[in-house]
Structures are given as C-alpha cells and as structure tokens.
C-alpha cells in the first residue's frame, strides 16, 4: 500500500473519530439539558475519576476524548513518516 494512501486513512480515521466523540458529547449535553454545570470550570482529576464519568456517560469526558485524538492524530503521521523515512 501507498505510504501517503496509509497516511490519508490515518488522518481520516482520526477527524472521524473526533466528531464521533465531540457528537456524543454534544448530545449528552442536550439529554442531560444541564448546561451549566457541565460549562463550569470542574476539571476531571484522575483516570479513575475520568473512566467513572465515562462510564456514566458525562459528556466532558467525551470532549476530552475527541481533543485528544485531534491532537495525537497528527502526531501519529508524523511518526509514520519518521519511520519509513528511517526504514
């Protein structure tokens, strides 16, 4: 297969799996309908405390998800290409 055809998919994956999970946020938000709590400045503190309202299907930690495979998604092209580069 193609490195740059490799690479689109990766890219591809990565948006889609993003809006799936900003989407789902964004849903909770709306069947919750309790927009200000979920707006105010509380943070998630441990993994423990994020897989908990993950599980109990809190939308921030949804949107923390979507963020951080938005962020590592380039990273990870990056990475492909630094290592065929060095193959």
Sequence with gaps: MNLNRYISK???AGIYMTVFFY???IILVVVNG?????FSVAGIVS?????SRL???DPAPFFYLGT???ITTPIL??????????K
Excluded at 34 to 38: E, H, I, L, M, V
Excluded at 47 to 51: A, H, P, R, S
């Design 10 to 12: 990766v890219l591809s």
């Design 23 to 25: 989407l789902c946020g």
């Design 34 to 38: 309790n927009t200000k709590d979920f």
């Design 47 to 51: 993994l423990k405390d994020f897989i």
């Design 55 to 57: 599980i109990s299907f």
């Design 68 to 70: 951080l495979v938005l």
């Design 77 to 86: 092209r990056v990475f492909f290409r630094v290592t065929t580069f060095t």
